[in-house]
Structures are given as C-alpha cells and as structure tokens.
C-alpha cells in the first residue's frame, strides 16, 4: 500500500527534478501562455512598487518580470522548489539578490506579510490547486493596498473543448496532456486541479472577497485572434483592482 503525500510533498516530488531558466516572454505573440499574457497585463500598471508572486516555483518568471519592480517577493509551498530559486538565481543572477527573495509557506494558511503590504500580486496558475479558494483570496485582500493590482490565471472550465470532452462522457484536460491513469497516479488528478472556473465564476469570487476584474484575456495557440471570447482560450488571465 503507499503511503498518502500532502500537498507540500506532493509538490516536492513535482518540483525535485525541474529544469531551470529564465521564462522567455512574447507578450504579444500570435500564440501565447499565461506568463506572456501576465507579462502583457503588467504593462499596463502603472504603479509597480513591491509585488508578491504567489506560487512561483522554481523562480522562472520571477526573474523575468524584476526589472518591472522596486521589490519582488516570491513565495512556493514546496521549499524544493525555493530552495531551486534561490541557488539559481545566486548561481545565474546574482544582480538581483537584493531585490527578489524567495520563501516556503503554503497559500492555503495565514500569509506571512503585514496588511497592505503590497501593490501588485500575481497568482499565476495557482487558485486551481488550494484547499480553500475563499481564504485566499480573503489574504490576498489583506495583504494589498487599496487600489492595488491582483493577476491571476486559471484554466477555463467554459473551454469550447472542454465542452466537447463533457459531451463525449470524458473529463476535460484542464491541467494535463495526457489520460494516462498511471501517470495521473504521480502527477495528480487532472495535474492535481480541485477546483473549476469560468469567466462568471470568477466575477462571482472577486465581488465576494473585495475585487473588481478590469481586463480579461486568454491564452493557446493563435490565442491573439481568438480572446475575444472568453470560451474560445484555454487558460483565463484576468487583471483586478482590490476594492
């Protein structure tokens, strides 16, 4: 019988033999995924101030997107994953130590920074996978200043192909490639997704928790001739302002 793995080792077994570089951004590519889309909503801030990524693995788009802040703090639940960020960027980075640092705490529990500490945060593929949706989003109010910015993308339940796949008896792909049970087994139920969203959902969420959604894009192949209609991209990206 094998033994049951919490989160935080399920995505220390995840984390543990991950390739690393610097994500490389087309923010304005024909086709796109979710950290170009980021990248392409954080143009348009203009405020950047100190920024929290929660959720940023190993570093890759932290370091990407530096130069856009005075501070940026990144944070992961598995410290694998941190520990990863922080010798890499030393190793290849060293110039933005002083800048981007990086700790292990789980989104899921009481977040580990003052009220109104922050102007920007990003979750980026993140929301799908916590315990309890309200409570983070509740701390991630807490933790930004009035007015500030919040990006977050999460796969989109309303996808004209996952649509289809429900039509058909199957469960859509949201968070894999593959139907593959065994490697569901060690990769996680649908990449480990426990929850689902759609564009309405969504609104619904941020009106709850002190949110107002200001602009919405998409990302897949050919995703810059097809955003505009939410069902048509495969992952949501959507840009807030807090309440």
Partial sequence: MTEPRDLEAFYDDQNRDMDWAPAVLRPHAATTNAYDDTAR??????????????????????VSIADNFDELIGFDISSIAVDRARKMQTEHLPELDKKVTYLATNADGTLPFDDAEFDVVLMIAVLEHVIDVFHVMDEIKRISK??????LTVPNAAYLRHIRDLTFGRVPLTGTNTRDIRQWRTAGWDGQHLHQFTKSALNDLFRETGFTAQEWTGDGKWAKYRRWLTNMVGSLTVRATRD
């Fill in 146 to 151: 009035p007015g500030a910015t919040l990006i």
């Fill in 41 to 62: 909503l954080l143009e348009k801030i203009p405020t950047r101030g100190k920024a929290l990524e929660i959720g940023c693995g190993t570093g890759k788009f932290s």
